[in-house]
């Protein structure tokens, strides 16, 4: 029996696809296990030691930074708050101010502004009941060369 030309193609991609998957497994072996040989190195994990405790004693030396310097910003907020307290204590029991207050007197004017002009009102008695006829608007034109003139989707400027 023959087989299609789509079967074939199938087959030697698959075969292909099959050996990338191997190349690519093989890879991944070998620097695992160059990895695994390079951590199980004793050199390697005594200079990973070290690193590891300079890292451990910088960390340790900023930690202990950060707590002097978040005690000095707590104790100058502590200050800050007391001082503001107390003042605010002070002023609420402070007496109201002995005798009389005195009364400042209005700002003098000088002149009276100057009115604006007032509009005459409409009148209204005697008019006819009709109304005035309303004025026809005419559709507004569409400038040539717009886009929405051609029948583009950007809307034109004068419908918005």
């Known amino acids: 029996m023959v087989e299609p030309i789509w079967e074939t193609k199938l087959r030697a991609f698959m075969k292909k696809a099959g050996e990338d998957f191997k190349r690519a497994g093989n890879d991944i072996k070998d620097e695992a296990q160059r990895l695994y040989q390079e951590v199980n190195?004793?050199?390697t994990q005594a200079r990973?030691?070290?690193?590891l405790k300079e890292v451990g004693s910088w960390a340790k030396q900023t930690g202990d930074e950060l707590a002097v310097l978040l005690d000095q910003g707590v104790k100058k907020a502590e200050v800050v708050i007391t001082k503001a307290s107390d003042k605010v204590k002070d002023f609420a029991t402070q007496p109201p101010p002995a005798g009389p207050t005195p009364e400042k007197p209005p700002p003098?004017?000088?002149e009276p502004a100057p009115e604006a002009p007032r509009k005459a009102a409409k009148k209204t008695v005697g008019r006819s009941g009709k109304k005035p006829a309303a004025k026809k608007k005419s559709?507004?034109?569409k400038p040539l060369g717009k886009a929405g003139a051609r029948g583009g989707s950007e809307p034109d400027k004068t419908d918005i």
């Open 41 to 43: 190195d004793p050199e």
């Open 48 to 51: 990973l030691r070290e690193r």
């Open 108 to 110: 003098a004017r000088s």
């Open 139 to 141: 559709p507004a034109k």
